[in-house]
């Protein structure tokens, strides 16, 4: 996976306390200076081996109606730098600073791409249950309605904007080393017109003291999602393991592969196999995975798979994309993808 270890500057005179996660602060506060301030944060490395995928009843723990808001629609991913002094008890008013912006800013000309609106509904929403550890910020759900001019009164208001940031299993020593004013959820995911996701990121960078930018995944992350969706094949049938490739040529080829999920089992277990006690997997044997695909392909179609790039990786469990977009296709696996997109929102920061 490409990236590079983080070695930002934080206060060296302040002691690192673990945070609770009660966050908090006003809309208006002087900037923070994180990057610039003396001292650093633990660097971040590239891991070269991860768990198994394991199957977890989600719900159990986080409310259906939540997870619900979650799986099935396509997500845009953006990475974001520590928020400043973030709350969550303070959500409600985070709502409304949000709403007045966005009204603001469209009154001054800014283009919202979603019609005629008499408004704008802002509602932020606390995510308990999908923090895996005790450095996880919970994650917190984002969703903007707007009702147009000449709706009638009784008609409900429409969802024209969904996002949320969350934190899975992030590096713990790098979390730990934050400041105690600081709060990480680096990953943030959104659903609806780009004009309003802008507005949305403005607003947290004046009111956070932060940044965003574009999450690209590479072909390495797609191998991996690729390994551990196959390997979750026995307890959970995933229909279908589909890959693309983009290959080199003029004018460019891409290649759709749809790979029996039976199949694709068989080669994974002959790699990893199931009864092997050590649920870790290494980045050697995603390899190996993939490199076997690539040459069955091959043997068929004298095509090297091996000369492109693979751009696109899909199973019932869910799909993901080179330049940022993700599915959910089932909660129960969510951990494993949002502890793999976390980690590597956390390696996109800034240096």
């Known amino acids: 996976m490409e990236g590079g270890g983080s070695a930002v500057n934080t206060p060296a005179s302040r002691p690192v306390t673990r945070r609770s996660k009660s966050y908090g602060r006003s809309c208006v506060e002087a900037p923070s200076y994180f990057w610039q301030t003396p001292g650093h944060l633990t660097a971040l490395k590239i891991p070269t081996s991860r768990g198994a995928a394991k199957s977890q009843i989600i719900t159990n723990k986080v409310d259906p109606e939540h997870i619900a808001l979650l799986v099935k629609n396509e997500w845009k991913l953006s990475y974001v730098t520590p928020l400043h002094h973030f709350r969550h008890t303070q959500l409600k008013s985070y709502s409304k600073h949000l709403s007045a912006f966005i009204v603001a800013e469209k009154q001054q000309g800014v283009a919202v791409e979603v019609g005629l609106e008499a408004g704008f509904k802002v509602t932020f929403t606390a995510v308990l249950g999908l923090a895996e550890t005790d450095e996880d910020a919970e994650t917190v759900f984002i969703q903007i309605q707007s009702k147009p001019v000449f709706a009638a009164a009784a008609d409900a208001p429409k969802v024209v ?55 690209v995944l590479n072909s390495t992350t797609l191998n991996w999602l690729a390994a551990l969706w196959t390997g979750c094949h026995p307890t959970c049938n995933i229909r279908h393991l589909k890959l693309a490739w983009s290959l080199p040529t003029q004018p ?50 004298k095509i090297y798979l091996s000369a492109g790039t693979l751009v696109k990786v899909s199973t019932a469990l869910g799909s993901a994309h080179l330049d940022g977009k993700i599915k959910i296709g089932n909660s129960d696996y969510i951990t494993t993808l949002l502890t793999l997109l976390t980690e590597c929102a956390l390696l996109k920061m800034p240096t």
């Open 161 to 215: 904007w969904r996002g949320w940031l969350t934190c899975v299993n992030g590096d713990p020593e790098y979390l730990r080393s934050l400041p105690p004013d600081f709060v990480s959820l680096p990953l943030f995911c959104t659903s609806g017109p780009e004009s309003l996701t802008t507005l949305v990121k403005s607003w947290f960078e004046r009111a956070f003291d932060c940044s965003f930018g574009p999450l």
């Open 252 to 301: 460019p080829l891409d290649v759709s592969y749809t790979v029996n999920p039976q199949d694709a089992w068989e080669l994974w277990n002959s790699i990893h196999p199931e009864e092997n006690t050590d649920d870790r997997i290494d980045i050697k044997e995603v390899q190996s995975f993939i490199n076997g695909l690539e040459t069955h392909f091959f043997r068929h179609f």
